[in-house]
C-alpha cells in the first residue's frame, strides 16, 4: 500500500508570493494533519482537518490556510510569504479524529525556501 | 501551556550498547504517546507508541516506558546499530490530534 504522499518535494519562492502544497493521505484514512519543521526543531502543529473540516488550529497566522477534499487529499496555502516561512512542511495521515484513531504516518514533506 | 522537553538533544553511543531518551510532558490530558525516528530527507517515521493506560511497551529492540504521575516518558534502544543512527523525537497527543513534539535527539552509534 502507498504511504503519505506529498507534491512538490521542493519549492523556492520569493517573499511575498503564495504557495500551494498537497498531500495525499494513507487509503481508507480520513484525517491528514499539518506540519511545519524548522531545520533542527521539531514539528509544529499548523491544521488538522477531518471529513473536510478544520478540526484544530495550531499558532499560525492567518496566512495560512488548508482544506480537504471529498477523496481526503489536503492542500495548504501560504500567503504573502516571509523568509521565516522557509521550512519542511509535512503532512500527517491518520484514520479518523482524535479520540478514535492515534497514529500520525507521516509523508515525506515538501521543502519550501523562501528567497 | 502545552509543552514536551526531551533529552539529551545529542547522544553517542558504541555499538551494541543501550541509549535511553527521556521526555516529560505538561499537558495532564495527553494519553498517547508517540515516538518518532527521522533519516535526514525524510519525513518522521513511526516506530513506538504508548497509551496511558499501559505502563511498558516493547517491540523487539525497542521499548517505551510511561510514569503518567510523574509525566515522564522515555524511550530505550537497546544492542544499538548503526542504523539506529537518526534523530529522535517523542510527542505527546493533545486536542484535535494535535502532536506536541520534543525538540529532538540526534542518536550517533559508531561502529
Known amino acids: 500500500d502507498a504511504g503519505v504522499t506529498q507534491s512538490p518535494t521542493h519549492l523556492i519562492k520569493t517573499r511575498g508570493q503564495q504557495v500551494t502544497l498537497r498531500c495525499s493521505p494513507i487509503?481508507?484514512?480520513?484525517?491528514v494533519s499539518w506540519y511545519q519543521q524548522v531545520l533542527g526543531q521539531g514539528p509544529q502543529f499548523i491544521f488538522q482537518y477531518y471529513e473536510k473540516e478544520e478540526r484544530g488550529r495550531g499558532n499560525f497566522p492567518d496566512r495560512f490556510s488548508a482544506r480537504q477534499f471529498p477523496n481526503y487529499s489536503s492542500e495548504l496555502n501560504v500567503n504573502a510569504l516571509l523568509l521565516g516561512d522557509s521550512a519542511l512542511y509535512l503532512c500527517?495521515?491518520?484514520?479518523?479524529?482524535?479520540?478514535?484513531?492515534?497514529?500520525?504516518?507521516f509523508g515525506p514533506g515538501t521543502r519550501l525556501t523562501v528567497t | 501551556g502545552e509543552n514536551v522537553e526531551q533529552h539529551p538533544s545529542t547522544l553517542s553511543v558504541q555499538e551494541g550498547d543501550s541509549a535511553v531518551i527521556k521526555c516529560t510532558y505538561s499537558d495532564s490530558a495527553s494519553n498517547y504517546f508517540p515516538w518518532y525516528k527521522q533519516e535526514l530527507g525524510k519525513g518522521p517515521q513511526l516506530i513506538i507508541d504508548?497509551?496511558?493506560?499501559?505502563g511498558e511497551k516493547k517491540d523487539q529492540r525497542i521499548a517505551v516506558t510511561l510514569n503518567k504521575t510523574a509525566k515522564h516518558f522515555s524511550l530505550h534502544i537497546t544492542e544499538t546499530q548503526p542504523e539506529d543512527s537518526a534523530v529522535y523525537f517523542c510527542a505527546a497527543l493533545g486536542s484535535w490530534g494535535k502532536l506536541q513534539f520534543g525538540a529532538g535527539t540526534q542518536v550517533v552509534v559508531t561502529p
Open positions: 487509503s481508507g484514512h480520513k484525517s
Open positions: 504508548i497509551r496511558s493506560n499501559v
Open positions: 500527517a495521515s491518520s484514520f479518523g479524529r482524535s479520540g478514535n484513531s492515534y497514529e500520525q504516518y
